[in-house]
């Protein structure tokens, strides 16, 4: 499945962004919410779109957004730049490469990677791969975060030794608590 196969109007401004992800040649991948939602847990929803992009990118990004139907929300300090979709008033999270996931309190240990290495190709938009989604998912660590992960690993098991392995490179904490997620899904599941 493409991201422009969202259904809906969430479809819509995944064809804008798409849009403008082909006439700015940028890297990007859809995180979040609808990438969960793309990777097997379709009980997940979600009301906005998550979009990683390079750090290089987000200048020009912000700037051509308007052309392509998106009104760029003022950033409050310390937050990510967001984006409007004029048509449908969906939000659009930019996820800036070297941003950091997490909370104040409880920040990610690595920052947010090239999106070229969450499976991004220039001038695509393409869904995260699922061992990215964990990285962000573990990184940001927020309960919905957490459950989010649980049932993905109830519908992955398959994958779950690759996402360890991939894991373990990023940071020795998220092999550990990708274990911890999968002794809660085994209990869960009885």
């Known amino acids: 499945m493409r991201p422009s196969e969202l259904p809906g109007r969430y479809g819509r401004v995944i064809r804008d962004f798409e849009r403008l992800v082909a006439a700015t040649d940028v ?4 995180a979040g919410g609808w990438a969960v ?6 009980g997940r929803v979600t009301q906005d779109v998550d979009i ?21 929300l003022p950033v409050r300090e310390g937050m990510w730049p967001k984006l409007t979709h004029r048509e449908t008033a969906i939000e659009v999270d930019l996820m800036p490469e070297a941003g950091i996931p997490g909370t104040g309190t409880r920040p990610a240990p690595v920052p947010i990677r090239h999106p070229s290495v969450y499976g991004g190709q220039a001038g695509e938009l393409s869904f995260i791969g699922l061992a990215g989604l964990f990285e962000l998912k573990l990184g940001a660590h927020r309960a919905k975060d957490v459950a989010d992960l649980v049932e993905l690993i109830k519908v992955n098991p398959a994958q779950l030794d690759e996402i360890r392995q991939q894991l373990e490179q990023v940071h020795p904490d998220y092999s550990a608590e990708l ?12």
């Open 27 to 30: 890297h990007a991948v859809v």
């Open 37 to 42: 939602w793309r990777h097997g847990y379709v």
């Open 52 to 72: 990683v992009i390079p750090a290089v990118s987000q200048e020009v990004v912000l700037r051509v957004a308007p052309m392509f139907g998106f009104d760029v």
């Open 179 to 190: 274990s911890n997620l999968i002794r809660q899904a085994h209990e869960e599941s009885g």
